[in-house]
Nanobody, 125 residues
Framework: HVQLVESGGGSVQAGGSLNLACAASGYDHKWWFMAWFRQAPGKEREGVAAILGASKTAYADSVKGRFTISQNNAENTVYLQMNDLKTEDTAIYYC????????????????????WGQGTQVTVS
């Protein structure tokens, strides 16, 4: 079965960068969507970025141009490079995996994903 372990969170000043990593096992990158979600205190979990394979990606409007999702299939690792971080990016970030079914467009809705990591804290001050 699919397992996910996130790393790379931490504290950074506004304008700084962080690179999150999600080590995945038990999945085939051709048939699973991979995504990053985040949840800030008192707010609902929101989709940040999603990917299928190497090139099909989707981003929330709030992070377009600042965040980049990528997938290293040889390492079974999904990355989220976050640049120009803002205080509003502060949240717990979760890696998620979901079967692609008939769709080719990576979704940013939580109910499309069935496996979740434990989360990693990102704090921007």
């Amino acid at each position: 079965h699919v397992q996910l372990v996130e790393s790379g969170g931490g504290s950074v000043q506004a304008g700084g960068s962080l690179n999150l990593a999600c080590a995945a096992s038990g999945y085939d990158h051709k048939w699973w969507f991979m995504a990053w979600f985040r949840q800030a205190p008192g707010k609902e979990r929101e989709g940040v970025a999603a990917i299928l394979g190497a090139s099909k990606t989707a981003y929330a409007d709030s992070v377009k141009g600042r965040f980049t999702i990528s997938q290293n299939n040889a390492e079974n690792t999904v990355y989220l490079q976050m640049n120009d971080l803002k205080t509003e990016d502060t949240a717990i970030y979760y890696c998620a995996a979901g079967p692609k079914g008939w769709s080719w467009t990576p979704p940013l809705t939580a109910d499309s994903y069935t496996v979740w990591g434990q989360g990693t804290q990102v704090t921007v001050s």
